[in-house]
């Protein structure tokens, strides 16, 4: 296995893993230069922040004081603002086998309170796990829901709409029109985000949408938040299960952040262009997307995303690859789901 990443965002430009018979597939989207991730604006890859998904109106009360964040979806603050953390140049270096990337955001960034000194860690380890770490401290109080932004596509190609989703999620949050949760928190149970038992991305892609795509006749398939439950001895949670039957290739994702957000990329296509000149197309990839709650500022009671002088930010993420035989989409995906990796990539 090799990744790559770029200083430019702290950005994983690419992950290549050995499938099942192994021939080796670069299994995230990306672009090929620096002036491609400049002009894109589908976060292929990057660490997004200081907030992660989305903040109504940009608006948000700290220590009793408004503070305006820059609106770039519509009248809302999406991933940080206009240039956030995946606009910003990353010092990165090797440091005992990892790559560590830092980068200190002045105080008024993208309207943010305090200086916030932030470093993000990818390590690959020799059982196959891309283990990704986020940590922060601030100088006064501030907002920090610091995500990773990857798309995977662990065919190497074509869309994810073949590829089957697992995660032991029950609930899911209630949003508008505007992707903004309303606050109430709701069963999966019935709804085509009831992953619970495996389900095929293109099952419900249509069915689904929040939100018409301009242009197209279909919708964006998910762009759902969807409740995590408890973590495990180690601190972590296992949040989904993604499995491409046509590859042979599956990671199970853990994390130590209370919500997923699954984001089928139904926004992307057009004129964007990926590695190789290849053209995006619309699910080409699909976000799982491990953060805090959207909005969590406005409602008591989602789990805070404020943090403090003296505190310190942490969010941790594994990717655990491994091998399955070539199977059907659906149930057969889920051999051995709960109980770790299958056959580990050597």
């Keep these: ?3 790559r990443v770029a200083d430019h965002g702290a950005t994983l430009q690419a992950v290549h893993v050995p499938d099942s018979v192994g021939v080796t597939r670069d299994v995230v989207l990306g672009h090929d230069s620096l002036a491609d991730y400049i002009a894109s604006d589908a976060y292929f890859g990057a660490v997004v922040g200081r907030f ?6 940009g608006e948000v009360t700290i220590a009793g004081k408004v503070h305006h964040l820059p609106c770039n979806e519509g009248a809302h603050h999406l991933h940080g603002g206009p240039t956030g953390f995946d606009r910003r140049i990353w010092t990165g270096a090797d440091k005992d086998g990892a790559l560590v990337f830092r980068r200190t955001s002045p105080a008024g960034e993208m309207g943010y309170p305090g200086t916030l000194r932030a470093e993000v860690r990818y390590e690959l380890t020799a059982d ?3 283990k990704i770490a986020m ?3 601030t100088d006064a109080p501030t907002l920090c829901n610091i995500a990773h932004h990857g798309y995977w596509n662990l065919a190497g190609a074509g869309t994810v709409l073949d590829h089957v989703l697992t995660s032991p999620a029950a609930f899911l949050l209630a949003t508008d029109a505007d992707l903004l949760p309303t606050g109430e928190v709701l069963t999966v149970a019935g709804t085509g985000c009831d992953f619970r038992g495996g389900r095929r991305i293109g099952q419900d892609f249509d069915a689904v949408s929040l939100r018409p795509n301009a242009g197209r006749t279909a919708g964006v398939g998910y762009d759902h938040t969807l409740v995590l439950g408890a973590r495990d001895v180690d601190g ?9 039957p ?3 290739l599956g990671f199970d994702l853990r994390t130590d952040a209370p919500a997923l957000q699954v984001y089928s990329g139904g926004d992307l296509g057009g004129q964007l262009v990926g590695k190789g000149g290849v053209p995006c197309v619309q699910a080409g990839g699909i976000a799982l997307e491990t953060q805090g709650f959207p909005c969590a500022p406005e409602f008591a009671h989602f789990p805070s995303t404020l943090l403090d002088v003296r505190e310190t930010y942490e969010h941790r993420i594994e990717v655990c690859f491994f091998h399955e035989a070539k199977l059907g989409a659906g149930g057969a995906a889920l051999k051995n789901w709960g109980k770790g990796p299958g056959s580990a990539v050597g």
Excluded: D, H, P, V
């Design 135 to 137: 940590r922060a401290e």
């Design 128 to 130: 196959a796990r891309l």
């Design 246 to 248: 046509e590859s042979g």
């Design 236 to 244: 972590l949670c296992l949040a989904a299960r993604l499995f491409s």
């Design 1 to 3: 296995m090799m990744i």
């Design 52 to 57: 992660a998904n989305r903040i109504r109106r």
